[in-house]
């Protein structure tokens, strides 16, 4: 059935693809007679044509859909003006960006980046996969800093209930919703750009259990942290920055930092004791180090205003 059927034509256990004008949305189901599958198409669009927050990310659109191969031709083929993310979960997908094409598989990511011409095609019989539509001022800034790539990257099982939550800040279209579709999105970025989630090595656990309980000991060294390992530096170098991302050394002095700035937020003690409690011989030196690690100074943090938030405090509260 296509997308175009008249309502009325049809019950809606039997209605695909038809245009919500009230709610700017495509709805569509599975027909009763699961042999008898068809299109399945879950989005929606912001009613404003711009952003109207703050936030560095502005979600444009979101939605699930799933196609048979014999249904491609309702995917159109057209230049689109903001960054669009795809996230494969069943069947396989062609996407084609000037000679170069790609196939998108389950727990991979492909983006379409502005001023695209999106020209996307089922391989499978059946393809699902979810999208997130996102623009604003700032995409070329965004898409520098997550380090986006046009072609699929490994990215896990996709997080369908943020696409859902997502989706449901849309429909009701208030300022605080739009803040946090856009706070959603991105999650969902930060979780293509992860990864696949890989359980860490003994000798990454070990290292990171020894800095936990001996991080306030001012002699303690990625040198007496190896030895104690029975480790070779290099190696633990290696496998360090390989499982989190940053080496041994900078590890270390970002454990002892957020100790520290807990510790000052909590203003129970003084900087010298603070600082003997999270490794450091002097204060001069704490103060030294904490402002070339943070850009601020311990005394700035103590400026801050900071409460507890309860659960009346909280942006989810409901009226």
């Not at 009701?172 to 293509?192: D, K, R, W």
């Not at 991302?245 to 590890?251: F, I, M």
């Not at 002097?282 to 943070?294: E, H, L, Q």
């Amino acid at each position: 059935m296509k997308r175009g059927s008249k309502r009325a034509n049809a019950t809606s256990e039997e209605t695909a693809g038809i245009f919500d004008l009230q709610r700017n949305r495509y709805t569509a189901c599975r027909h009763t007679d699961e042999k008898d599958f068809f299109m399945f198409i879950k989005a929606i669009r912001r009613s404003f044509k711009k952003g109207r927050t703050f936030s560095p990310v502005h979600v444009r659109s979101v939605g699930h859909y799933i196609f048979r191969k014999e249904e491609a031709h309702h995917i159109l083929k057209m230049r689109k003006f903001f960054l669009e993310l795809f996230w494969g979960v069943r069947g396989e997908g062609c996407f084609r960006f000037g000679r170069k094409q790609w196939i998108l598989k389950p727990g991979e990511v492909c983006f379409y980046f502005p001023g695209d011409t999106h020209d996307l095609t089922p391989v499978s019989d059946e393809w699902e996969y979810f999208f997130l539509g996102i623009d604003g001022n700032n995409l070329q800034d965004l898409i520098a800093r997550f380090h986006l790539v046009r072609e699929p990257v490994a990215a896990g099982v996709c997080p369908a209930y943020i696409f859902d939550m997502t989706y449901d800040m849309l429909q009701v279209p208030t300022l605080q919703n739009e803040y946090l579709a856009g706070a959603y999105a991105f999650e969902i970025l930060t979780h293509s750009v992860m990864g696949t989630w890989k359980e860490l090595s003994y000798e990454v656990e070990s290292f990171m259990q020894i800095v936990a309980e001996k991080y306030s000991d001012h002699d303690m060294d990625i040198n007496q942290i190896c030895e104690q390992m029975g480790i070779h530096r290099a190696t633990l170098f290696r496998k360090v920055k390989q499982e989190c991302g940053v080496t041994p050394s900078d590890y270390l002095m970002a454990y002892r930092m957020q100790q520290a700035i807990e510790k000052i937020l909590q203003k129970k003690l003084s900087m010298k004791e603070i600082a003997g409690k999270t490794g450091f011989s002097s204060v001069a030196y704490f103060y030294r180090v904490f402002r070339n690690f943070t850009g601020t100074s311990p005394r700035e943090i103590t400026a801050l205003p900071m409460a507890p938030l309860t659960g009346k405090q909280s942006v989810m509260r409901k009226k």
